[in-house]
């Protein structure tokens, strides 16, 4: 059940919090899905699997990184 097309992610907090918290609440959350390219084989597949721990789902190679995005 999503709230509206323009909050996303953040719909679920409804008016919770405020406009600007959750603006980059929306930012941060889609930067962390969004895909990465590997640094070994380039393909955009890695993913994050813990806070700082990256890895590629087609190569396998483990990385570590920033908590949020890769590099």
Same mark, same amino acid.
């Given at each position: 059940?999503?709230?509206? !097309?323009?909050?996303?992610?953040?719909? !679920?907090?409804?008016?919770?919090?405020?406009?600007?918290?959750r603006?980059?609440v929306?930012?941060?959350?889609?930067?962390?899905?969004?895909?990465?390219?590997?640094?070994?084989?380039?393909?955009?597949?890695?993913?994050?699997q813990?806070?700082?721990?990256?890895?590629?789902?087609?190569?396998?190679h !483990?990385?570590?990184?920033?908590?949020? !995005?890769?590099?």
């Amino acid at each position: 059940m999503t709230k509206t !097309k323009k909050v996303g992610l953040t719909g !679920k907090y409804g008016v919770r919090y405020g406009r600007m918290i959750r603006e980059r609440v929306k930012a941060q959350a889609e930067q962390q899905q969004a895909r990465h390219p590997c640094p070994a084989c380039l393909r955009p597949a890695v993913e994050r699997q813990s806070a700082g721990i990256w890895a590629c789902g087609k190569c396998g190679h !483990k990385f570590a990184g920033k908590a949020y !995005k890769p590099a």
